[in-house]
């Protein structure tokens, strides 16, 4: 089983519509989760952090359930710009190597005017 | 701040020869790096931890003697991938934890496109 599972996409939604991505991670242990951006051929950009009690940046929101070990990222009001891959990463929690990341497949949003 | 470069962005050589890849953090001192590697359509892949002045952390299935791993200081890595097929042609991308900013956020560099002919 991999360690963080993401919708498969790609996602081709409209400009201004909201959207949402699903993640679930297998290690109970994880401590950090994280949503990155990653534009074509280009290295991956933090978007934001996730917390437990979930936390917005604007249009972005991001959940976590710890129980179901599931992690999601919505996106209001989608711009052109938005268009890219959105990769859900985990860290390896305690007994791992200390920063040891795991990143999901990533998914595919195109935004279109 | 927390700013990652590698050098170079793309490069192209033969079967058989080595290319040396450098990341280094610009504006901090990262005693953390990791390098990664990322094929078409698929995630990125850890291959190993670099800690300052020490052996790196080689993750399962990745050739420590074929990928070749330096962190002689606390703002340069070095991946030197030796007798390269193309088979390794890849995205190759690293990253480096920032000290007080949450630690395990990473900044990657912005990545070295091989190609092995």
């Known amino acids: 089983r991999k360690e963080v599972e993401q919708d498969p996409g790609p996602f081709n939604v409209p400009e201004g519509a909201t959207v949402a991505f699903n993640c679930t991670y297998s290690?109970?242990?994880?401590?950090?989760f994280f949503w990155y951006r990653q534009d074509c051929r280009k290295e991956p950009k933090l978007l934001m952090s996730?917390?437990?009690s979930g936390n917005e940046d604007g249009r972005f929101t991001a959940q976590l359930n710890r129980a179901s070990q599931y992690i999601s990222l919505l996106i209001r009001d989608s711009k052109l710009s938005d268009s890219a891959t959105y990769l859900c990463v985990v860290n390896g929690g305690r007994g791992s190597t200390l920063g040891r990341l795991y990143f999901g497949r990533g998914t595919q949003l195109t935004v279109w005017p | 701040g927390a700013v990652v470069s590698q050098h170079p962005s793309w490069v192209i050589c033969k079967s058989g020869t080595s290319v040396k890849i450098e990341c280094r953090s610009l504006?901090?001192?990262?005693?953390?790096m990791f390098w990664y590697r990322q094929f078409p359509k698929q995630s990125l892949m850890l291959m190993a931890t670099?800690?300052?002045?020490?052996?790196?952390?080689?993750e399962q299935g990745v050739e420590k003697d074929k990928f070749l791993i330096n962190h002689a200081s606390l703002t340069l890595s070095t991946l030197t991938v030796t007798s390269a097929h193309p088979e390794d042609s890849s995205f190759y991308i690293c990253?480096?934890?920032?000290?007080?900013?949450?630690?395990?956020?990473?900044?990657f560099g912005p990545g070295t496109r091989l190609t092995v002919t």
């Open positions: 670099s800690n300052e002045g020490s052996k790196a952390t080689y």
């Open positions: 990253s480096a934890q920032t000290p007080g900013q949450g630690w395990d956020e990473q900044y």
């Open positions: 996730v917390y437990s």
């Open positions: 504006d901090f001192q990262a005693t953390t």
């Open positions: 290690n109970s242990a994880s401590q950090s």
